[in-house]
């Protein structure tokens, strides 16, 4: 069976200078991501890991290499088709802060749609469908901070699946919860990646990257490992 | 992106401080209650003196001795009283001219003291033919006007505006009795109604008319000061100034008079309240900018507070454009609040303040304030704006 890649990157490197001094973040990385993989990149902080998240997840421009999404390149595009790209393709969940202060859950996990254009009443009935699908469907109208740590990360969960994505990108998502939240989270990535979805997972723990089919090292900019 | 959407996120974030917001619109309230105040007074002056013009008599043409420079440029001095030919003889002939013309009248003044028993006041004497009052619609309130054969007969009579009745005989009878202005000894046939300072001309509340003949004789002096005259309307001005002046050629040299409009006189003094008018509001309008400058400067507070927001919106997939347009949003709204707040408050002021003073608050002033606040919300909100919309998005994510 041929899998079609969601994210393909050629020779992609990051440089940065600092003043007379050159700095490699990434350094020729070369990498396939399959529709229906779970992937863990790991490796120590200052590897690199963020950087290759960052280009990965259209936030950050590669010094020099190629990207493609869907088959697409897309490491020269614009900034607006960019920001279009991320909408439609790559569902984020971060470590901190993930969610709108004093803003229900539900309008948390309307925000991308409004930015595709779709209208309020579509826009709710997505969310409301995500929610639940994520175990929060009695929790519609509450504000983060009635909602616990887990809650709060599944509410990103359901956000970064409302818009049906190529990619799920979660950086270090267990990374504030307790280690018995944090299970609960890693269980419905599992369970979100058996129905089909495609998730890559950056961490430094070795645990949660167990988790994942596929594991990816990285150190000082370069991949040292890739398998199970 | 929706902007019902929009306009809702930001009156949230106006909502959630609320104390910072009412603060910041405080500049703008200032400036656009200050600006329809300043306006409103401005024009409740003009329209006060447009119809105090009005109630002085419309459609009248004056005829003043001398070349009089009034709007026509330079080289016009003031009129010149004392060389005046103009005659009694130019009134009763300017009156009969017909046409354009209703009537003519002459009315001269002459500061001087009027006694009545040991009390004397020191006012307007003015001498007046007999239809004077009709012309310029001064109306008597208890007794009788001038009369054409009171001039006539040089009679010794007086009218008193209701101020100087009220001044030497108080509440008594003024009636039938004898005041003495200069040598003549008058007696008095009629009381004023009130009428309040006229705009151009004397006090009509403390003046005293005579018969112009008596007039002459306190004078000691034959010259008329000015002849008035009563168009039959408003449209035949031109024509009227046309036949006096033609009139007045075939009798006198051409500097030996001058023919005003009152259009002349009331469009100088609409000019100068118009440009009084404007630089008060334009005064006003400093604190606009004022309250413009305290917004730019809450928004880019907000941009720096929300910065994490903003990353957030950006991954998700917002473009720089959306930013943009949610932050200078926001600027407006919060402008636009301030803005109805002073209009409320500025149109009010205007009302009370009109209970005593001239005020008149214009759907100008008020719709120019509006479109002002926007305005205002749309310039000082871009800056913030803009620095929002061009954040990057992962730097913004990682800020502390």
């Given amino acids: ?228 | 992106m929706d902007f019902s959407e929009i306009f809702r996120l930001s009156l949230r974030s106006i909502k959630r401080n609320k104390t910072r917001s009412a603060l910041t619109m405080l500049g703008i309230i200032i400036g656009v209650a200050s600006v329809i105040l300043l306006v409103s007074l401005g024009q409740g002056l003009q329209k006060y003196i447009t119809g105090q013009f009005e109630q002085l008599g419309t459609n009248l043409i004056i005829v003043m001795p001398g070349k009089v420079g009034l709007g026509e440029g330079f080289g016009h001095g003031p009129p010149n009283f004392a060389g005046s030919k103009l005659t009694l003889k130019h009134v009763s002939d300017l009156a009969r001219l017909g046409g354009a013309i209703e009537d003519a009248a002459a009315g001269n003044e002459i500061p001087a003291a009027i006694k009545y028993k040991g009390k004397s006041k020191y006012t307007t004497v003015a001498g007046i033919t007999a239809n004077y009052g009709k012309i310029r619609n001064i109306e008597v309130a208890k007794g009788r006007g001038i009369n054409v054969s009171d001039v006539e007969l040089d009679r010794k009579v007086a009218l008193l505006g209701k101020g100087i009745a009220e001044t030497l005989f108080g509440q008594s009878e003024a009636l039938g009795k004898e005041v003495t202005i200069g040598k003549e000894k008058l007696k008095i046939v009629g009381v004023l109604k009130q009428l309040g300072s006229g705009g151009i001309g004397f006090d009509m509340d403390n003046f005293v008319a005579v018969p112009i003949t008596v007039g002459q004789s306190i004078s000691g002096s034959k010259n008329l000061m000015a002849i008035t005259i009563k168009v039959k309307s408003k449209e035949e001005i031109s024509s009227a100034i046309n036949a006096t002046k033609k009139y007045l050629s075939s009798q006198l040299e051409e500097d030996d008079y001058s023919v005003l409009d009152q259009a002349n006189l009331l469009s100088t003094i609409t000019q100068i309240l118009g440009v009084l008018t404007a630089a008060l509001g334009g005064i006003a309008a400093i604190s606009l900018v004022v309250g413009g400058v305290g917004i730019m400067n809450i928004m880019l507070v907000t941009v720096t507070e929300r910065t994490k927001e903003i990353g957030l919106r950006k991954a998700v997939g917002a473009k720089p454009k959306d930013i943009l347009i949610q932050f200078v949003i926001e600027a407006v709204v919060l402008s636009l609040l301030g803005g109805i707040i002073g209009i409320i408050i500025g149109a009010g002021g205007s009302f009370i303040m009109s209970k005593v003073f001239p005020a008149s608050v214009s759907f100008w002033s008020v719709s120019l304030a509006f479109g002002v606040s926007a305005l205002v919300g749309i310039v000082f909100g871009v800056a913030p704006a803009l620095k929002a919309s061009r954040l990057n998005p992962i730097d913004a994510l990682r800020y502390e």
């Fill in chain 1, 1 to 228: 069976m041929v899998q079609k890649s969601v994210i393909d990157l050629n020779k992609v490197s990051k440089k940065y200078e600092m003043g007379e001094e050159e700095f490699y973040a990434l350094k020729d990385v070369s990498l396939k991501i399959s529709k229906g993989e779970f992937v863990a990149i790991v490796g120590p902080s200052g590897s690199g890991k963020s950087t290759l998240m960052h280009i990965i997840g259209l936030l950050d421009k590669p010094t020099s290499g190629e990207v493609y999404l869907e088959g697409k390149k897309v490491h020269n595009l614009s900034e607006v088709y960019q920001a279009e790209l991320r909408n439609k393709h790559i569902g984020f969940i971060f470590q901190i802060f993930s969610l709108l202060p004093r803003t229900s859950a539900l309008e948390n996990v309307e925000m991308p749609l409004i930015y595709s254009g779709v209208s309020k009443s579509q826009r709710e009935e997505r969310a409301i469908e995500v929610l639940k699908i994520v175990g929060l469907g009695e929790k519609l109208q509450n504000k983060p901070s009635q909602l616990s740590g887990g809650q709060q990360q599944r509410v990103a969960i359901a956000r970064a699946l409302v818009n049906n994505p190529s990619l799920i990108l979660a950086d270090e998502p267990t990374g504030n919860l307790d280690s018995k939240s944090g299970e609960e989270i890693l269980l419905l990535l599992s369970k979100l990646n058996d129905e089909g979805n495609t998730i890559v997972v950056v961490t430094h723990d070795s645990d949660i990257a167990g988790r994942a089919k596929r594991i990816i090292t990285i150190k000082d900019g370069k991949i040292v490992s890739d398998g199970k």
